[in-house]
């Protein structure tokens, strides 16, 4: 394995660690904003995959302008607009989670899962 | 009429889902007529999937691109067999149950909440038909994780502290899940650099020798992320308590429709993108034959302790969605047949069940299985349609069950694999062990003198209960067409 070409692709690498952490977030932690937060570094690491496989070396926003010459390189778009409705999703499930979080607090009184736990 | 027939498969989608947010507007001060208006908008899906299916099964295959985009670029709506079965069940049961919630609802969920209630089940209803019904890969997870959020807001409607933290673990894990599903799909996008599912699989076709490793983690990267959703067996664990703390209708909904609305997605995404040759080469299919046994024996002895009809119920799902499985992961052609029956029959008990226990919480009150003595006199007509579906459930002959466990029994022959007939015999016992002491209960343990009378709830709760029941006993005696017309959606995925 050639280590120059996996620094070559580092983008790839750091999301997988984001991916990876927020999983780990999101099963191991106690308390519930916590897993919130490791819901949304979950999915910042899947964004930064998606805008990563868009990306091209040397490429410029996919805006045509007649001016520039015409052998420019432009990244791929595909993959930005798709994470824009990610983006949303992500919004909505982080909102509807924190909803929720709200709602047990007011019946239990707090928001660490253990105690939750042993209260039902 | 010619511009309405081409905008047909778009229509099923839009119709409902305006009709779910008209909804909202009128959830605050009219609140009597929403149902009314929903089973509206329900009804029209449903006559429109009917005129689908008729049209496919006259041999046609409807594709209809959105906003005309062409599809390596737009998305891209495809109406097979599968996907037109697909319709008329979620419809079809989605009508049912909104019949019986008419007047149910308002004893399971907060008064000011029953508005708003039913734009969620609308908005679930369309994301699986979307689901079911789409041909792109993106557009898939959108549905999915819109479906995710309309079946957790059905769960946390009742507003009890149980539900709402059975909301919360199921919301965790669902976005878990589709975040695993997601990064699959980006590697399938990265790979092959298209998203819609014919194009992948040609792409993928010259370059899976290329990249053996990154086969294996596409394959468990969707595999995780579905099946925590479809509750694959050890990824179950939010199921029992997310559809048993529901309220009845949304317990139908999701443990009857919603679960299996994954697997036809996981059955479309291994047998037409990857082909069925990679499902066998990466060992996926072994996982998956050995976990949907685990599934089988494990759910039903779970169910077996549980002493809440409902968690009863929700556990025996487990172990029903492990048949389904086993049988696409047999991957012959009854063995897939039979799935996708089960998918339909599955539907039709669970519905039946649910229902029915939501029909005796109404009249009675009761919850525990043990407090069930004499309900076959007070409520024949409820504990009759339990009975049907419970033998269905058993897989005794001329009930829907024993077609399935059929199809399966002869699948597990075609792939020389006699050993899952001991497992679907032994399962089929356990059935038994843990849905017939409910009807003997009910029948023959209430004393004397007890009178005969009929049940005590209103006649829109009773009538889906009996369309349910019929229809089980309906596929139990004539699978003749039914099984026809599946195999001709099975010839599209294995030659």
Redesign the interface.
């Known amino acids: 394995m050639d280590i120059s070409r996996l620094m070559l692709n580092y983008p790839f690498i750091i999301s997988i660690i984001l991916f990876c952490l927020g999983c780990l977030c999101i099963l191991t932690q106690h308390n519930l904003i916590k897993k919130v937060i490791g819901i949304n570094i979950m999915e910042t690491g899947i964004f930064l995959f998606f805008i990563a496989a868009g990306n091209i070396e040397g490429g410029i926003a996919p805006i045509y302008d007649p001016a520039l010459p015409q052998e420019i390189l432009y990244i791929n778009p595909l993959p930005s607009a798709l994470m824009l409705t990610g983006i949303v999703v992500s919004f909505s499930v982080t909102a509807f989670a924190l909803a929720i979080i709200v709602k047990l607090y007011q019946y239990y009184g707090t928001i660490y899962a253990p105690d939750i736990m042993r209260m039902r | 009429m010619d511009h309405f027939l081409k905008l047909m498969p778009f229509t099923i989608i839009i119709i409902p889902l305006l009709v779910g947010f008209v909804l909202a507007i009128f959830a605050r001060w009219k609140k009597d007529i929403c149902p009314y208006l929903i089973l509206a908008g329900v009804a029209y899906a449903f006559m429109i999937s009917i005129l689908l299916t008729q049209r496919v099964i006259g041999g046609e295959i409807i594709h209809y691109h959105v906003g005309d985009w062409l599809p390596p670029w737009g998305i891209e709506i495809l109406i097979d067999e599968l996907a037109a079965m697909m319709l008329l069940l979620l419809n079809g049961c989605s009508l049912l149950i909104l019949i019986f919630s008419i007047k149910s609802l308002h004893k399971e969920i907060p008064e000011q909440a029953t508005g708003w209630y039913y734009t969620l089940f609308l908005l679930t209803l369309t994301a699986m038909m979307g689901m079911v019904i789409t041909n792109d890969l993106?557009n898939l997870y959108?549905m999915v994780?819109v479906t995710g959020?309309g079946a957790?807001?059905m769960v946390?409607a009742k507003g009890e502290?149980?539900s709402?933290?059975a909301?919360?673990r199921y919301?965790?894990l669902a976005?878990?899940g589709s975040?695993f599903l997601?990064?699959g799909i980006?590697f399938l996008?990265?790979v092959t650099g298209n998203l819609n599912i014919p194009y992948i699989a040609a792409e993928l076709v010259k370059v899976r020798e290329q990249y053996p490793f990154l086969m294996w983690a596409t394959m468990s990267f969707i595999t995780v992320g579905l099946g925590v959703k479809s509750a694959l067996f050890p990824l179950h664990i939010w199921l029992p308590d997310a559809h048993s703390s529901a309220p009845s209708p949304s317990s139908a909904v999701l443990s009857g429709l919603v679960v299996k609305v994954y697997i036809v997605s996981m059955l479309r995404i291994y047998f037409l993108v990857f082909g069925f040759d990679v499902f066998h080469e990466t060992y996926m299919r072994y996982l998956i034959l050995l976990l949907a046994s685990l599934a089988i024996i494990g759910g039903s002895l779970f169910a077996f302790v549980q002493l809440n009809l409902k968690r009863r119920l929700a556990y025996s799902t487990v172990a029903q969605i492990g048949y389904i499985f086993l049988g696409f992961s047999l991957g012959t052609k009854w063995g897939i047949v039979a799935a996708l029956l089960h998918i339909i029959i599955h539907a039709f008990m669970k519905v039946c069940l649910f229902l029915a226990a939501g029909a005796i919480y109404y009249q009675t009150g009761r919850k525990k299985v043990t407090h069930f003595s004499g309900l076959g006199y007070r409520m024949p007509v409820t504990m009759a349609a339990f009975t049907v579906a419970a033998l269905s459930m058993v897989g005794i002959p001329l009930f829907g069950g024993f077609i399935t466990k059929y199809g399966l029994a002869m699948g597990s022959l075609e792939a020389n694999n006699p050993y899952f007939i001991i497992l679907i015999v032994i399962s089929g016992l356990l059935n038994a062990a843990y849905y017939f002491p409910i009807v003997w209960q009910a029948y023959f343990t209430s004393g004397h003198n007890v009178k005969m009378e009929l049940d005590k709830v209103p006649v829109t709760m009773l009538i889906p209960i009996v369309i349910m029941a019929l229809g089980i006993i309906y596929m139990g005696i004539f699978p003749g067409g039914t099984l026809e017309f599946l195999e001709r959606a099975v010839s599209r995925f294995i030659l």
């Open positions: 993106f959108v994780e959020l957790c807001g946390v502290k149980l709402t933290e909301t919360l919301l965790m976005t878990l975040g997601l990064f980006g996008y990265q």
